[in-house]
């Protein structure tokens, strides 16, 4: 098949769609496949370009947006024809909704093509809009954007999320299209673990107490990370040999660094700044930690918390969206905003080497439904469905 897709999120941006995104164009390269993908173009992110086998990535003239290393593709259909004209494709995905999602629509319009939809967000979460000061704000643009979606998405012959329970809350909210579960993919096969021996040298190495939580990923405002450095200031009193490990970096980083001093645990928490995805990953540094922690009550089904558990990480998180699918018997779950039942959680994984050993056992037995080769081939059946269709 010949496959395009329009996204305003792609490598080398840090976000968990772009990562997404990324391993399936990569599989179906590896499988035959030719990919041509429609983005932002991201000259300011000085980061290694994407590469793959029959994958083709295409850069939109675009101009900054309100959020960091988010670029809004304008007048970008008439370079996109150009392309898709000559490629010939098969199936139209459209993977995001901002600017370039307009260019998809017209595309798929224009030369015939079936088009298929990706729902990544929870747009109706009024955290993903905390940037506005407004309540009154947030309740517009939380109407604004479903309208938006609805009109959107209604284009598309066939659209797709990974989260049952975002189907559940679309269908609650009247949206107006059938959507299909497909979550995202991971390369368990490439996962390596850490000896004790390397442990112990990388734990040197970024001044690492015995026992470390584990936050990784964007670090930007609406993931209330702060919550999570709050919890962790009541655990460190209890248990001051543990370290805070935080792997990222974003627009709210100097003020989480910020407040780590102000409460006075700053010597407990290790910033490293941007590590890349993939160098992340083959060192295996994931693997130092003892817990993976997250504060985000806005995820649908999280890249991080995803290869956290291909670790073999227990989970502690918010009882909000995606989490609940992904954290069961695995971790533990407790109510936005709650400090202190997140450090309590925290504690009895900490306290309890065999209840530890047993949550990462069973992530590392759930993660086996994320492979790349599963959800690769659940994605070329749902095209080849809807092409027949069509």
Known sequence: MRIV?????????????????????????????????FTPKLDHIKRK???????????????????????????????????????????IHLQSTMTIGIDAVMAAKLLK???????????????????FKYKLAIKLLNKIALRYINFLYKKCDLLLTPSQLLIGELQQRKFKKEVHYLPNGLYLNDVKFLTEAEKSRLKKKYRLEDQVVLHFGRLSYEKSIEDLIKSFQILVEKYPHTSLLIIGDGPAKKSLMKLTHHLGIGKNVVFTGFIAHQK?????????????????????????????????????????AGLIELVLENGFLVEPNNTKQLAESMEKILSDPKLKKEMGQRSLKKIKDY???????????YYRDIIVKK
Do not use: C, W
Request: aromatic share 10%; hydrophobic share 45%; glycine share 6%.
């Open 5 to 37: 897709y329009f996204t305003d999120m792609f490598l080398p941006q840090a976000n968990g769609v772009a990562t997404s995104l990324g391993n399936f164009a990569r599989e179906l390269g590896e499988r035959g496949h030719e990919v041509l993908i």
């Open 49 to 91: 370009k994407f590469q793959a086998k029959n994958v083709r990535v295409v850069s939109l003239p675009s101009v900054p947006s309100f959020y960091t290393e988010l670029n809004l593709v304008i007048f970008g259909l008439p370079k996109a024809l150009t392309y898709l004209r000559k490629f010939d494709p098969d199936i």
């Open 113 to 131: 093509k079936p088009l298929v939809g990706s729902i990544h967000i929870y747009f109706t979460n009024s955290d993903f809009l905390r940037f």
């Open 280 to 320: 992340l990953l083959s060192s295996s540094l994931l693997s130092i930690a003892d817990i993976f922690a997250t504060t985000s009550q806005m995820e649908v089904n999280p890249m991080v918390v995803l290869e956290a558990m291909m670790y073999g990480l227990p989970i502690v998180g918010v009882k909000q």
């Open 371 to 381: 492979s790349i080769d599963k959800t690769t081939t659940q994605l070329i059946n």
